[in-house]
């Protein structure tokens, strides 16, 4: 049951990328499959927040550091001569191993010490990604980065970029449903009752920051291979709190959330551009609410939704039910 | 060279005192009520633009008047925080609860925009760039008023926290809610007040730092981090850790600054931060981790 249901999501995702991949180029003018493309790779970044803090319920503002370290090696590399299909393992890997880094001494801080703690490692790298110029440019950044030959190509980028997302969705969802993904919860919601149950809490939190920073390179080379340059005040440590808005006003734990929050705070304020800055006085409003009124997010209010209509059309039950136990 | 260091260390001791009245907000909520308030740094940004975007530069209201409708609106401000963000989500996990203070951040600083306009407002304030020289060393005006406020605000909030009926009911609030509920304590009101009370602390922090900085919607974020640093640096949720880390935090700042880097500053400064968090969480005075029922 559970595995069809796995199946089922898993096809859906793919099926919804090909559309879109299909159908987007006809249906949209060219700068808003950029801010589509832009929104793909916020995704990719959310999803491997939601892993960590969704799933595993750690705090981590490191997810910008993550992101810009990515970028960073990803543009070194190639401009130390890297051809881009050994330039991108390689940055998606040394992410990885800097998000080992971070989680292992994170392992004795909890709740807001380890919030704090990954806000101060992010803040470091956004000034070492402007001081250390020798290597990253500077505040100018680094220009030309070939990348795949397709930089500002947003056309051509779409089906790619549709494709990675649909890959790491597909990945957060196969761990969701996996073992791994139920110890993960298990240790969000009571760590001690789950290590008592066997669930190896270390390597599980240094795996979730690994899975996260992994993500977080992978749409830094993204981004390096969409837009051709990259300055540091993308990946300054603000940005975190961006994809920490995403996913929880998405919906936290769940994978429907980050594709809702990436699409609410990349693609929503493209059309509500007349708004301005009235736009994130009303979204900030919104993270607010979210939280106090629905705390599973879009998502769980979609799905309380589409439970319903489903409900309503299969046998409809006498008076109402009530909205699920909202989870974390 | 003694100079030198006389005026880095009065000039560190100025800005860590910002620092220390941020922190002391910041921890009073803390304490109070288990919130780690994001938005705290975003306040003093508030009281700033109220003063030198409304107070001055619109109304051209004289000092001390200034101050006083400032430190009104902020009064206000933090009741409707303590109604409209705290009480919602009072029930809520931490994680939610600090990015609830997190989307208050950012409803604040892109209203300030609204407002105020995007343009950094400046301030001369009522000393200008008036400096006074101290066993020969030259230090701003305005930064021996920073101090100077400081001491005054510490003895007025010992003084009111010990002498004072609504003072000890701040203080039995903050060590356990529930029995001060039990012994008679509105704990709602009380709790209420804590959030008024860190507002107006806050909004000082923005009048006293307005001539020094620019007044942009950024600033609040920056001083926000400094204000966690020195939590963490004096021990997370101690007053006297607060006051002590903000001070050693504006010292560090401004000797580091000149005789190791200031293009590495924040490096410099949020790495003291990160091992201490690493080596000693409970840094100087605080307990072991505290986490939020």
């Known amino acids: ?328 | 060279m003694a100079h030198t260091l006389l005026q880095l260390f009065l000039a560190g001791l100025a800005m860590g005192a910002v620092y220390a009245l941020v922190a002391l907000g910041f921890t009073l909520i803390w304490n109070a009520v288990g919130i780690v308030n994001f938005a705290q740094g975003d306040l003093v940004m508030l009281g700033a633009y109220a003063v030198v975007g409304s107070c001055v530069n619109a109304w051209h209201l004289p000092v001390g008047l200034d101050l006083l409708v400032m430190l009104g609106f902020m009064a206000l401000f933090g009741l409707a925080f303590a109604i409209f963000v705290y009480t919602p989500v009072r029930n809520a996990p931490q994680l939610s609860a600090i990015v609830a203070t997190l989307g208050l951040s950012m409803v604040l600083e892109n209203a300030v925009v609204l407002v105020w306009g995007p343009e950094p407002l400046s301030s001369a304030g009522p000393l200008g760039n008036t400096t006074v020289a101290i066993f020969g060393a030259r230090i701003y005006a305005q930064y021996l008023l920073i101090l100077a406020v400081l001491l005054l605000l510490m003895a007025a909030q010992e003084g009111m926290f010990r002498f004072t009926s609504i003072g000890r009911a701040m203080r039995a609030t903050a060590q356990d809610a529930e029995a001060a509920r039990l012994m008679g304590i509105r704990t709602a009101r009380v709790t209420a007040l804590i959030f008024i009370y860190a507002s107006m602390l806050a909004g000082v922090a923005g009048w006293l730092l307005a001539p020094i900085f620019y007044v942009s919607a950024d600033m609040g974020v920056r001083v926000s981090l400094e204000a966690f640093a020195s939590c963490i640096l004096g021990g997370f949720g101690s007053i006297p850790g607060a006051l002590i880390g903000g001070l050693l935090l504006g010292v560090i700042e401004s000797c580091g600054a000149f005789y190791i880097s200031s293009e590495y500053i924040d490096v410099i400064a949020f790495g003291v931060l990160f091992l201490t968090l690493l080596v000693r969480p409970e840094g100087i005075f605080g307990e072991p981790q505290m986490e939020r029922p």
């Open chain 1, 1 to 328: 049951m559970e595995h069809a249901r796995l199946w089922g999501r898993l096809a859906a995702t793919v099926v919804l990328a090909a559309v879109l991949a299909a159908a987007l180029p006809l249906l949209v003018e060219p700068y808003y499959i950029h801010v589509v493309d832009v929104t793909l790779i916020n995704l990719v970044i959310a999803i491997g927040l939601n892993l960590v803090l969704g799933f595993g319920g750690q705090i981590s503002f490191a997810q910008s550091a993550f992101f810009g370290i990515g970028a960073y090696t990803f543009g070194s590399l190639e401009a130390a001569g890297w051809p881009a299909v050994a330039a991108a393992p390689a940055a998606v890997l040394l992410t990885s191993c800097v998000g080992a880094a971070l989680g292992w001494p994170a392992l004795r801080l909890r709740g807001h010490y380890l919030a704090l703690a990954t806000l101060a490692f992010s803040l470091i790298m956004g000034e070492l990604m402007v001081d250390l110029d020798m290597i990253t440019g500077g505040a100018n950044g680094m220009m030309n980065i070939h990348g795949i030959g397709l930089a500002r190509d947003d056309a051509a980028m779409l089906p790619i970029l549709l494709g990675v997302a649909a890959v790491g969705l597909a990945g957060s969802m196969i761990f969701a449903a996996s073992p791994a993904g139920l110890r993960a919860r298990a240790f969000r919601d009571n760590a001690i009752a789950a290590q008592a149950a066997g669930v190896n809490i270390r390597a599980l939190k240094i795996g979730l920051f690994v899975a996260s920073a992994a993500y977080a390179g992978v749409g830094g080379v993204c981004y390096c291979a969409l837009l051709g340059y990259i300055s540091p005040d993308v990946f300054a440590w603000q940005t975190t709190f961006a994809y920490l808005a995403m996913v929880v006003v998405g919906g936290l734990g769940n994978n429907l959330g980050p594709p809702l929050g990436a699409a609410l705070y990349t693609l929503v304020p493209e059309w509500l551009r007349f708004l301005q800055e009235a736009y994130f006085v009303i979204f900030g409003s919104v993270v607010i609410v979210v939280i106090a009124v629905v705390p599973g997010g879009m998502a769980g209010l979609v799905g309380w939704l589409f439970g319903r209509i489903g409900r309503a059309i299969v046998h409809s039950p006498p008076g109402g039910r009530p909205a699920p136990e909202a989870r974390r």
